[in-house]
T-cell receptor
Framework: SAVISQKPSRDICQRGTSLTIQCQVDSQVTMMFWYRQQPGQSLTLIATANQGSEATYESGFVIDKFPISRPNLTFSTLTVSNMSPEDSSIYLC???????????FGSGTRLTVV | DQQVKQNSPSLSVQEGRISILNCDYTNSMFDYFLWYKKYPAEGPTFLISISSIKDKNEDGRFTVFLNKSAKHLSLHIVPSQPGDSAVYFCAASANFGNEKLTFGTGTRLTIIP
């Protein structure tokens, strides 16, 4: 199964600023996914990123707030824009196929907005 | 609308005994189910999956049971070991796993030595 390197692992940011999170996969994958896990809650899908096309956003998430890039089959970024304390969460990327090996996740980015 | 539910936020089990984690779903389009384990400061790690064409899948100490009529699945860990202490998430997908994953809220499992 794919191995994903995600960075940064954590950051503390001022409100109104933006943070870009990067995920690098060790093999080519068709789909990458970005999730948010708010404190004490489940993983919520933000968007699906396919190479060469615009990301598909889930209800409640918009491109202006969470722009995503997918320049090739091994890399993606998620930007959290104009941050507020409500954006404090763990952000996770995921990739790979679901079948016997499941989707692989990055180690997550713990974001705190002050 | 929580389509995948894990009604037990926490569970404590004696080492060596069986741990049973439960998950219910409401969307009848779901036909592929996965369990993930998550340690603090790490991403979820895939454990085991099951397709709706089966009612049981086993991998070492981990067995997943699926009851389609009840829209219920469970993960059995036997024997439980201290390293199994983690948060466990069930997830569901449609189109035999080719659609997005919908996650439950997680169950924190603590194995008591």
């Amino acid at each position: 199964s794919a191995v994903i390197s995600q960075k940064p692992s954590r950051d503390i940011c001022q409100r109104g600023t933006s943070l870009t999170i990067q995920c690098q996969v060790d093999s080519q994958v068709t789909m990458m996914f970005w999730y948010r896990q708010q404190p004490g809650q489940s993983l919520t899908l933000i968007a699906t990123a396919n190479q060469g096309s615009e990301a598909t956003y889930e209800s409640g998430f918009v491109i202006d707030k969470f722009p995503i890039s997918r320049p090739n089959l091994t890399f993606s970024t998620l930007t959290v824009s104009n941050m507020s304390p409500e954006d404090s969460s763990i952000y996770l990327c995921s990739a790979g196929g679901p079948k016997e090996s499941g989707y692989t996740f990055g180690s997550g980015t713990r974001l705190t907005v002050v | 609308d929580q389509q995948v539910k894990q009604n037990s936020p926490s569970l404590s089990v004696q080492e060596g005994r069986i741990s049973i984690l439960n998950c219910d779903y409401t969307n009848s389009m779901f036909d592929y189910f996965l369990w993930y384990k998550k340690y603090p400061a790490e991403g979820p790690t895939f454990l085991i999956s099951i397709s709706s064409i089966k009612d049981k899948n086993e991998d070492g100490r981990f067995t997943v049971f699926l009851n389609k009529s009840a829209k219920h699945l469970s993960l059995h860990i036997v024997p439980s070991q201290p390293g199994d202490s983690a948060v466990y998430f069930c997830a569901a997908s449609a189109n035999f796993g080719n659609e997005k994953l919908t996650f439950g809220t997680g169950t924190r499992l603590t194995i008591i030595p």
